[in-house]
Protein backbone atom coordinates (compact mmCIF):
# COMPACT_ATOMS: atom_id res chain seq x y z
CA UNK A 1 0.00 0.00 0.00
CA UNK A 2 1.54 3.19 -1.14
CA UNK A 3 1.54 6.09 1.20
CA UNK A 4 -0.75 8.54 -1.47
CA UNK A 5 -2.95 5.40 -1.57
CA UNK A 6 -2.92 6.10 2.56
CA UNK A 7 -3.88 9.03 2.17
CA UNK A 8 -6.41 9.26 -0.24
CA UNK A 9 -8.05 6.40 1.88
CA UNK A 10 -7.53 8.60 4.90
CA UNK A 11 -8.85 11.58 3.71
CA UNK A 12 -12.29 9.82 2.16
CA UNK A 13 -12.94 8.01 5.52
CA UNK A 14 -12.59 11.93 7.31
CA UNK A 15 -15.60 12.37 4.93
CA UNK A 16 -17.78 9.66 5.03
CA UNK A 17 -17.54 10.15 8.97
CA UNK A 18 -18.07 13.81 8.84
CA UNK A 19 -20.72 13.55 6.15
CA UNK A 20 -22.67 10.06 7.68
CA UNK A 21 -21.43 10.00 11.12
CA UNK A 22 -21.09 13.41 13.00
CA UNK A 23 -25.12 14.44 13.68
CA UNK A 24 -25.71 15.49 10.29
CA UNK A 25 -23.94 18.92 11.32
CA UNK A 26 -24.28 20.38 7.94
CA UNK A 27 -28.14 19.79 7.06
CA UNK A 28 -28.79 22.75 9.77
CA UNK A 29 -31.93 20.76 10.71
CA UNK A 30 -31.76 22.55 14.38
CA UNK A 31 -33.54 25.94 13.97
CA UNK A 32 -35.82 28.08 16.17
CA UNK A 33 -38.75 27.95 13.79
CA UNK A 34 -38.34 23.83 14.33
CA UNK A 35 -41.54 22.22 16.58
CA UNK A 36 -41.52 22.29 20.35
CA UNK A 37 -42.00 19.00 21.90
CA UNK A 38 -43.17 18.50 25.57
CA UNK A 39 -40.40 17.06 27.59
CA UNK A 40 -41.04 13.40 29.01
CA UNK A 41 -37.51 11.74 29.06
CA UNK A 42 -37.17 9.84 31.92
CA UNK A 43 -33.45 11.14 34.20
CA UNK A 44 -33.79 14.75 32.71
CA UNK A 45 -33.08 16.79 35.89
CA UNK A 46 -35.67 20.13 36.74
CA UNK A 47 -35.23 23.24 35.88
CA UNK A 48 -36.66 25.78 38.18
CA UNK A 49 -38.99 27.78 36.66
CA UNK A 50 -40.41 24.87 34.63
CA UNK A 51 -41.55 23.12 38.06
CA UNK A 52 -43.65 25.02 40.04
CA UNK A 53 -43.27 28.97 39.86
CA UNK A 54 -44.59 30.29 36.47
CA UNK A 55 -45.01 27.95 33.93
CA UNK A 56 -46.72 28.59 31.22
CA UNK A 57 -50.38 26.65 32.05
CA UNK A 58 -49.75 29.25 35.41
CA UNK A 59 -48.31 32.07 34.02
CA UNK A 60 -44.83 33.36 32.10
CA UNK A 61 -41.85 33.40 34.11
CA UNK A 62 -39.94 36.35 34.69
CA UNK A 63 -36.46 37.31 32.57
CA UNK A 64 -33.98 39.94 32.98
CA UNK A 65 -31.66 40.60 29.99
CA UNK A 66 -27.78 41.20 30.91
CA UNK A 67 -25.87 43.30 28.20
CA UNK A 68 -22.20 43.13 28.56
CA UNK A 69 -20.96 46.18 26.73
CA UNK A 70 -17.93 48.18 25.76
CA UNK A 71 -17.91 50.64 22.93
CA UNK A 72 -21.00 49.74 21.15
CA UNK A 73 -21.57 52.90 19.96
CA UNK A 74 -22.87 51.99 16.10
CA UNK A 75 -25.60 49.44 17.28
CA UNK A 76 -26.60 49.42 20.65
CA UNK A 77 -30.04 51.85 20.15
CA UNK A 78 -30.90 49.18 17.83
CA UNK A 79 -30.15 46.11 20.13
CA UNK A 80 -31.98 47.93 23.18
CA UNK A 81 -35.17 48.83 20.70
CA UNK A 82 -35.32 45.38 19.79
CA UNK A 83 -35.65 44.35 23.51
CA UNK A 84 -37.88 46.65 24.21
CA UNK A 85 -40.09 45.77 21.34
CA UNK A 86 -40.44 42.12 22.66
CA UNK A 87 -44.16 40.73 22.52
CA UNK A 88 -43.24 38.70 25.86
CA UNK A 89 -46.37 38.28 28.31
CA UNK A 90 -44.39 37.89 31.33
CA UNK A 91 -42.40 40.40 33.09
CA UNK A 92 -39.09 42.00 31.30
CA UNK A 93 -36.02 43.69 32.63
CA UNK A 94 -32.86 44.93 31.09
CA UNK A 95 -29.56 45.47 32.56
CA UNK A 96 -26.92 46.41 30.50
CA UNK A 97 -23.33 46.71 32.26
CA UNK A 98 -21.28 49.54 30.08
CA UNK A 99 -17.70 48.17 30.63
CA UNK A 100 -15.55 50.78 30.26
CA UNK A 101 -16.73 52.72 27.24
CA UNK A 102 -15.58 55.91 25.87
CA UNK A 103 -17.83 56.30 23.06
CA UNK A 104 -21.43 57.36 25.00
CA UNK A 105 -22.62 53.77 24.65
CA UNK A 106 -24.65 54.16 28.21
CA UNK A 107 -25.80 57.36 26.76
CA UNK A 108 -27.05 55.85 23.48
CA UNK A 109 -28.48 53.21 25.03
CA UNK A 110 -30.75 55.13 27.46
CA UNK A 111 -31.82 57.46 24.99
CA UNK A 112 -33.08 54.46 22.80
CA UNK A 113 -35.16 53.20 25.78
CA UNK A 114 -36.70 56.69 26.37
CA UNK A 115 -37.83 57.00 22.70
CA UNK A 116 -38.75 53.21 22.55
CA UNK A 117 -41.73 53.89 25.16
CA UNK A 118 -40.67 50.16 25.86
CA UNK A 119 -42.59 48.82 28.86
CA UNK A 120 -39.67 46.66 29.94
CA UNK A 121 -37.43 48.62 32.70
CA UNK A 122 -33.80 50.11 31.47
CA UNK A 123 -30.41 49.69 34.07
CA UNK A 124 -27.80 50.45 33.23
CA UNK A 125 -24.52 50.09 35.22
CA UNK A 126 -21.20 51.08 35.26
CA UNK A 127 -18.80 48.80 35.43
CA UNK A 128 -16.44 47.60 38.24
CA UNK A 129 -12.28 48.07 37.42
CA UNK A 130 -11.81 44.51 35.95
CA UNK A 131 -10.95 42.23 38.40
CA UNK A 132 -7.81 39.44 38.10
CA UNK A 133 -8.70 36.28 36.86
CA UNK A 134 -11.83 37.28 35.01
CA UNK A 135 -12.38 38.10 31.13
CA UNK A 136 -13.80 41.17 30.51
CA UNK A 137 -17.31 40.08 29.30
CA UNK A 138 -18.08 37.67 32.44
CA UNK A 139 -17.03 40.29 34.46
CA UNK A 140 -18.99 42.53 33.37
CA UNK A 141 -21.77 39.45 33.05
CA UNK A 142 -21.39 39.00 36.63
CA UNK A 143 -22.34 42.25 37.78
CA UNK A 144 -25.39 42.39 35.51
CA UNK A 145 -26.25 38.91 37.21
CA UNK A 146 -25.27 40.70 40.77
CA UNK A 147 -27.60 43.38 39.94
CA UNK A 148 -31.01 41.27 38.68
CA UNK A 149 -30.68 38.82 41.73
CA UNK A 150 -30.71 41.68 44.25
CA UNK A 151 -34.27 41.81 46.41
CA UNK A 152 -37.19 39.23 47.19
CA UNK A 153 -37.97 38.40 43.63
CA UNK A 154 -35.08 38.13 41.28
CA UNK A 155 -35.71 36.62 38.01
CA UNK A 156 -36.69 32.87 36.94
CA UNK A 157 -34.72 33.34 33.53
CA UNK A 158 -31.70 35.13 32.58
CA UNK A 159 -30.99 36.57 29.42
CA UNK A 160 -27.34 36.57 28.49
CA UNK A 161 -27.15 38.64 24.67
CA UNK A 162 -24.62 40.58 23.56
CA UNK A 163 -24.64 44.45 22.82
CA UNK A 164 -24.51 43.56 19.04
CA UNK A 165 -27.42 41.38 18.87
CA UNK A 166 -30.90 42.35 17.47
CA UNK A 167 -33.78 39.92 17.81
CA UNK A 168 -37.29 40.04 16.00
CA UNK A 169 -40.59 40.99 18.40
CA UNK A 170 -41.39 37.21 19.10
CA UNK A 171 -37.91 36.14 19.79
CA UNK A 172 -37.94 36.26 23.55
CA UNK A 173 -42.13 34.51 24.09
CA UNK A 174 -40.06 31.60 21.30
CA UNK A 175 -37.33 30.55 23.90
CA UNK A 176 -39.08 30.95 27.31
CA UNK A 177 -41.55 28.53 25.52
CA UNK A 178 -38.87 26.18 24.51
CA UNK A 179 -37.34 26.46 27.48
CA UNK A 180 -40.59 25.51 29.63
CA UNK A 181 -41.94 23.29 27.49
CA UNK A 182 -39.20 20.88 26.81
CA UNK A 183 -37.54 21.73 30.62
CA UNK A 184 -34.18 23.02 29.25
CA UNK A 185 -32.19 24.80 31.60
CA UNK A 186 -30.61 26.59 28.79
CA UNK A 187 -31.58 27.55 25.02
CA UNK A 188 -29.51 29.45 23.02
CA UNK A 189 -29.81 31.13 19.03
CA UNK A 190 -26.50 31.30 17.21
CA UNK A 191 -27.08 34.67 15.87
CA UNK A 192 -27.22 35.07 11.85
CA UNK A 193 -23.72 36.76 11.29
CA UNK A 194 -23.95 39.67 8.88
CA UNK A 195 -22.86 38.37 5.41
CA UNK A 196 -22.91 41.74 2.84
CA UNK A 197 -19.42 42.58 2.55
CA UNK A 198 -17.30 40.28 0.18
CA UNK A 199 -15.18 38.79 3.07
CA UNK A 200 -18.62 37.86 5.03
CA UNK A 201 -20.05 35.92 1.83
CA UNK A 202 -16.42 34.15 1.56
CA UNK A 203 -15.70 33.50 5.46
CA UNK A 204 -18.99 33.87 7.10
CA UNK A 205 -20.59 30.84 6.56
CA UNK A 206 -17.71 28.87 7.05
CA UNK A 207 -17.51 30.15 10.67
CA UNK A 208 -20.71 28.50 11.23
CA UNK A 209 -20.13 25.38 9.57
CA UNK A 210 -17.01 24.81 11.34
CA UNK A 211 -18.70 25.42 14.47
CA UNK A 212 -21.24 23.40 13.85
CA UNK A 213 -18.76 20.80 12.71
CA UNK A 214 -17.07 21.07 16.40
CA UNK A 215 -20.55 20.84 18.09
CA UNK A 216 -22.97 18.92 16.32
CA UNK A 217 -26.35 21.00 17.31
CA UNK A 218 -28.21 17.43 17.01
CA UNK A 219 -26.09 15.81 19.81
CA UNK A 220 -26.16 19.37 21.58
CA UNK A 221 -29.20 18.77 22.12
CA UNK A 222 -29.39 15.39 22.93
CA UNK A 223 -29.69 14.94 26.80
CA UNK A 224 -28.15 11.03 26.63
CA UNK A 225 -24.97 12.63 24.80
CA UNK A 226 -22.26 14.13 26.13
CA UNK A 227 -21.61 17.15 23.41
CA UNK A 228 -22.14 20.50 24.66
CA UNK A 229 -22.49 24.04 23.62
CA UNK A 230 -23.97 27.29 22.72
CA UNK A 231 -23.83 30.69 21.55
CA UNK A 232 -22.74 33.92 23.84
CA UNK A 233 -24.69 36.37 21.85
CA UNK A 234 -28.08 34.86 22.74
CA UNK A 235 -28.46 32.62 25.84
CA UNK A 236 -32.06 32.31 27.72
CA UNK A 237 -30.79 30.74 31.01
CA UNK A 238 -32.39 29.30 34.05
CA UNK A 239 -31.00 31.15 37.27
CA UNK A 240 -31.74 28.32 39.78
CA UNK A 241 -29.72 25.91 37.24
CA UNK A 242 -26.83 28.77 36.47
CA UNK A 243 -26.55 28.65 40.55
CA UNK A 244 -26.39 24.99 40.85
CA UNK A 245 -23.47 24.63 38.10
CA UNK A 246 -21.42 27.26 40.13
CA UNK A 247 -22.61 30.27 38.65
CA UNK A 248 -20.82 32.36 36.28
CA UNK A 249 -17.80 32.35 38.91
CA UNK A 250 -17.24 28.88 37.56
CA UNK A 251 -16.08 30.10 34.19
CA UNK A 252 -14.67 33.16 35.02
CA UNK A 253 -11.37 33.20 32.71
CA UNK A 254 -13.22 31.14 29.88
CA UNK A 255 -12.13 32.61 26.45
CA UNK A 256 -14.71 30.55 24.59
CA UNK A 257 -17.26 31.58 27.31
CA UNK A 258 -20.38 30.11 25.45
CA UNK A 259 -19.07 26.31 25.35
CA UNK A 260 -17.95 26.82 29.15
CA UNK A 261 -21.25 27.57 29.99
CA UNK A 262 -23.33 25.02 28.12
CA UNK A 263 -20.87 22.23 29.61
CA UNK A 264 -21.63 23.49 33.09
CA UNK A 265 -25.30 23.85 32.58
CA UNK A 266 -25.89 20.11 31.11
CA UNK A 267 -24.90 18.58 33.90
CA UNK A 268 -27.83 20.30 35.47
CA UNK A 269 -30.48 19.56 32.78
CA UNK A 270 -31.19 19.60 29.06
CA UNK A 271 -30.04 22.15 26.84
CA UNK A 272 -30.59 23.53 23.28
CA UNK A 273 -29.07 25.25 20.73
CA UNK A 274 -29.90 26.12 17.04
CA UNK A 275 -30.03 28.55 14.44
CA UNK A 276 -32.19 31.61 13.65
CA UNK A 277 -33.13 34.35 11.39
CA UNK A 278 -34.41 35.81 14.71
CA UNK A 279 -31.19 37.10 16.51
CA UNK A 280 -29.57 39.16 14.05
CA UNK A 281 -25.92 39.97 14.22
CA UNK A 282 -25.35 44.41 13.42
CA UNK A 283 -21.18 43.81 13.70
CA UNK A 284 -20.07 44.32 10.36
CA UNK A 285 -16.59 42.64 9.16
CA UNK A 286 -15.72 44.09 5.87
CA UNK A 287 -12.52 43.42 5.59
CA UNK A 288 -10.87 39.85 5.47
CA UNK A 289 -9.13 41.24 8.92
CA UNK A 290 -12.10 41.87 10.73
CA UNK A 291 -12.69 38.21 10.19
CA UNK A 292 -9.44 36.81 10.71
CA UNK A 293 -9.05 38.78 13.81
CA UNK A 294 -12.62 37.22 15.16
CA UNK A 295 -11.28 34.13 14.48
CA UNK A 296 -7.76 34.21 16.06
CA UNK A 297 -9.08 35.43 19.19
CA UNK A 298 -9.86 32.31 20.29
CA UNK A 299 -8.98 29.36 17.78
CA UNK A 300 -5.70 28.06 20.20
CA UNK A 301 -7.90 28.70 23.17
CA UNK A 302 -10.19 25.93 21.39
CA UNK A 303 -7.00 23.82 21.23
CA UNK A 304 -6.21 24.38 25.14
CA UNK A 305 -3.48 26.19 24.33
CA UNK A 306 -1.77 22.71 22.80
CA UNK A 307 1.53 22.81 20.61
CA UNK A 308 0.61 19.02 20.19
CA UNK A 309 -3.02 19.77 19.54
CA UNK A 310 -2.15 22.66 17.02
CA UNK A 311 0.27 19.96 15.02
CA UNK A 312 -2.30 17.48 14.96
CA UNK A 313 -5.01 20.46 13.91
CA UNK A 314 -2.70 21.52 10.92
CA UNK A 315 -2.14 17.56 9.80
CA UNK A 316 -5.75 16.95 10.27
CA UNK A 317 -6.70 20.49 8.26
CA UNK A 318 -4.39 19.22 4.87
CA UNK A 319 -5.72 15.81 5.01
CA UNK A 320 -9.16 16.96 5.05
CA UNK A 321 -9.26 20.14 2.92
CA UNK A 322 -5.84 20.05 0.53
CA UNK A 323 -5.05 16.10 0.04
CA UNK A 324 -8.36 15.83 -1.80
CA UNK A 325 -8.27 17.89 -4.19
CA UNK A 326 -4.80 17.32 -5.16
CA UNK A 327 -5.35 13.94 -4.93
CA UNK A 328 -9.15 13.96 -7.34
CA UNK A 329 -7.07 16.84 -9.88
CA UNK A 330 -3.54 14.88 -10.43
CA UNK A 331 -4.11 11.56 -9.34
CA UNK A 332 -5.22 8.90 -12.09
CA UNK A 333 -5.20 6.07 -9.60
CA UNK A 334 -7.40 4.89 -6.63
CA UNK A 335 -6.26 7.37 -4.52
CA UNK A 336 -7.43 10.08 -7.08
CA UNK A 337 -10.79 8.33 -6.99
CA UNK A 338 -10.77 8.30 -3.30
CA UNK A 339 -9.56 12.44 -3.39
CA UNK A 340 -12.94 13.27 -5.29
CA UNK A 341 -14.94 11.45 -3.53
CA UNK A 342 -13.82 13.22 -0.57
CA UNK A 343 -14.46 16.65 -2.43
CA UNK A 344 -18.08 15.57 -3.52
CA UNK A 345 -19.04 14.73 -0.06
CA UNK A 346 -16.58 18.08 1.04
CA UNK A 347 -19.04 20.39 -1.48
CA UNK A 348 -22.33 18.90 -0.62
CA UNK A 349 -21.74 19.24 2.92
CA UNK A 350 -20.96 23.10 2.68
CA UNK A 351 -23.55 23.75 0.49
CA UNK A 352 -26.72 24.00 3.25
CA UNK A 353 -25.06 27.08 5.26
CA UNK A 354 -24.29 28.65 1.95
CA UNK A 355 -28.11 28.28 1.55
CA UNK A 356 -29.13 29.36 4.77
CA UNK A 357 -27.07 33.07 4.39
CA UNK A 358 -29.35 33.24 1.09
CA UNK A 359 -26.12 32.47 -1.07
CA UNK A 360 -25.28 30.30 -4.16
CA UNK A 361 -24.88 26.71 -3.40
CA UNK A 362 -22.27 26.89 -5.67
CA UNK A 363 -19.92 28.74 -3.23
CA UNK A 364 -19.20 25.30 -1.96
CA UNK A 365 -16.53 24.87 -4.06
CA UNK A 366 -15.02 27.64 -2.10
CA UNK A 367 -14.20 25.12 0.98
CA UNK A 368 -10.75 23.89 0.11
CA UNK A 369 -9.20 27.20 -0.32
CA UNK A 370 -11.41 28.40 3.30
CA UNK A 371 -9.98 25.66 4.83
CA UNK A 372 -6.19 26.27 4.31
CA UNK A 373 -7.22 30.54 5.13
CA UNK A 374 -8.74 29.12 8.66
CA UNK A 375 -5.42 26.89 9.03
CA UNK A 376 -3.40 29.91 8.47
CA UNK A 377 -5.77 31.82 11.26
CA UNK A 378 -5.32 28.85 13.47
CA UNK A 379 -1.62 29.20 13.55
CA UNK A 380 -1.47 32.97 13.89
CA UNK A 381 -3.47 32.49 16.86
CA UNK A 382 -1.37 30.40 18.51
CA UNK A 383 1.58 32.73 17.67
CA UNK A 384 -0.49 35.60 18.91
CA UNK A 385 -0.58 33.65 22.51
CA UNK A 386 3.42 33.55 22.15
CA UNK A 387 3.83 36.79 21.75
CA UNK A 388 1.26 37.63 24.68
CA UNK A 389 -1.75 39.08 22.68
CA UNK A 390 -4.08 35.94 22.66
CA UNK A 391 -7.48 36.99 22.89
CA UNK A 392 -7.16 40.41 21.96
CA UNK A 393 -10.86 41.83 22.31
CA UNK A 394 -11.66 45.12 22.40
CA UNK A 395 -8.35 46.92 23.62
CA UNK A 396 -7.81 43.28 26.00
CA UNK A 397 -5.52 40.22 25.73
CA UNK A 398 -7.48 38.24 27.57
CA UNK A 399 -6.28 34.44 27.24
CA UNK A 400 -5.40 32.24 29.74
CA UNK A 401 -1.61 31.77 30.60
CA UNK A 402 -0.74 35.14 29.10
CA UNK A 403 -0.85 38.55 31.54
CA UNK A 404 -3.87 40.31 31.10
CA UNK A 405 -2.99 43.46 28.38
CA UNK A 406 -4.40 47.00 28.35
CA UNK A 407 -4.47 48.17 24.59
CA UNK A 408 -4.73 51.97 24.58
CA UNK A 409 -4.14 54.33 21.32
CA UNK A 410 -1.58 51.70 20.21
CA UNK A 411 0.45 51.40 23.47
CA UNK A 412 -0.12 47.75 25.74
CA UNK A 413 0.37 48.11 29.13
CA UNK A 414 0.73 45.10 30.50
CA UNK A 415 -1.53 45.09 33.52
CA UNK A 416 -1.99 43.06 37.07
CA UNK A 417 -1.30 38.63 36.41
CA UNK A 418 -4.78 36.46 38.16
CA UNK A 419 -4.00 36.03 41.64
CA UNK A 420 -2.86 39.00 42.46
CA UNK A 421 -4.36 40.98 45.18
CA UNK A 422 -5.68 37.60 47.39
CA UNK A 423 -7.20 36.84 44.34
CA UNK A 424 -6.90 32.91 43.68
CA UNK A 425 -6.06 31.86 40.24
CA UNK A 426 -8.63 29.38 38.92
Keep these: M ?5 IGLISLAIWVVLVFARGQFWLGLERDDMAVVPANRPGDLPSGPAHGHG ?12 IPARNEADGIAQVIASLGAQDYPGALNIVLVDDGSDDGTADLA ?5 SSGSTAALTVLTGAELAPGWTGKLWAVRQGIAH ?9 YLWLTDADIAYAPDTLTRLVTRAQTEKRVLVSLMAKLRC ?16 QMLYPFGRVNDSGSTVAAAAGGCMLVDRQALARAGGIDSIRDALIDDCALGRRLKTQGSIWLGLSDRAVSLRAYDKVDDIRRMVIRSAYAQLNYSPALLAGTVLGMLLTYVAPVLL ?6 AAGIFGALAVGLMLASFAPIQVFYRLSPMRAVTLPLIGIVYTVWTVDSAIQHWMGRGGMWKGRAQAQHVHPVQVSQGQAVTGQQPGQNGTPTP
Design 2 to 6: SLIFL
Design 55 to 66: GLEGGWPSVTAI
Design 328 to 333: ALFNRE
Design 196 to 211: QSWAERAFIPAFIYFF
Design 148 to 156: AQEGDFPPD
Design 110 to 114: RHAAE
